[in-house]
């Protein structure tokens, strides 16, 4: 069955009204007749599963006859502080990092970012970069669309990450802690408990600077490297990410 993200108060009651522009995309995209089921989804990681009734122009009416949980959100909740990157490789982190299983996505201004002000992402990227991000969620079955925060600068990023209980940067100059010793503090003689939420930093092309570096180690952010390879900068936080979740058992 086709998946949407819908406003939840379209959910209150079990007839449900679609308008707008999923009208379209029902009827003359994937051409929905009565009697076929879809699933609509409120953002809170509640699955409706709805049976068209009527389908005409501008609105296509049905009933819930199923609700469920959702079951594609992970355990661990991951946030990836992605800095801002040439052309349309941060779209593609959206939408990789969507599909992969974060929960929020925090665009950073870094000392070596092509874009030098906040002021340079207007609304309309910012509308385009949700519908990825929405697209991408429907696409995966994910039950909760993932947040996307505004453009932030890198020290003002460091400070919202104290609320995590892990925060990391994978970091090229960075040899001596791994992600994996990271994760396991057992295997290090450590009692302390896996993490339930992480934060990801990721610079841009180029990397972050030392000065970044030291900035991010005030704040409580380690740094870890991810192995003898170089990873580009829209790779580097889907695999620590991917590491992440496996390691904390998101991937079974």
């Not at 699933?39 to 009734?53: A, F, K, R």
């Not at 339930?196 to 870890?224: H, K, M, Y």
Request: glycine content about 8%; some cysteine; proline content about 6%.
């Amino acid at each position: 069955m086709y998946r949407f993200f819908v406003p939840p108060e379209w959910l209150t009651h079990d007839t449900v009204a679609i308008t707008g522009p999923l009208v379209h995309r029902l009827c003359n995209v994937l051409r929905m007749h009565p009697g076929e089921h879809i699933l609509l989804l409120d953002n809170s990681g509640w699955s409706h599963e709805m049976e068209i009734t009527s389908v005409d122009k501008d609105r296509v009416a049905g009933r819930v006859v199923r609700k469920s949980l959702a079951a594609g959100e992970p355990r661990t909740k991951v946030t990836l502080y992605q800095a801002t990157l040439k052309g349309r490789n941060f779209e593609w982190v959206l939408q990789k990092g969507t599909e992969l299983g974060l929960v929020e996505f925090v665009p950073v201004v870094c000392q070596r970012c092509m874009m030098s002000s906040l002021d340079t992402v207007g609304m309309e990227k910012m509308i385009r970069w949700k519908r990825i991000i929405a697209e991408a969620a429907e696409q995966s079955r994910r039950g909760r669309l993932p947040q996307l925060r505004p453009v932030t600068l890198f020290p003002q990023a460091c400070e919202m990450a104290r609320r995590a209980d892990l925060s990391i940067v994978p970091w090229e100059e960075e040899s001596d802690l791994s992600l994996r010793q990271l994760l396991r503090p057992e295997e290090e003689g450590s009692t302390s408990k896996r993490p339930f939420s992480v934060n990801i930093f990721v610079g841009p092309e180029g990397g972050l600077t030392p000065e970044e570096i030291e900035q991010a180690q005030r704040f409580g952010i380690i740094p870890v490297t991810l192995g003898p390879r170089i990873l580009r900068a829209e790779t580097a936080g889907l695999v620590a990410t991917t590491a992440i979740l496996y390691e904390m058992g998101d991937m079974e």
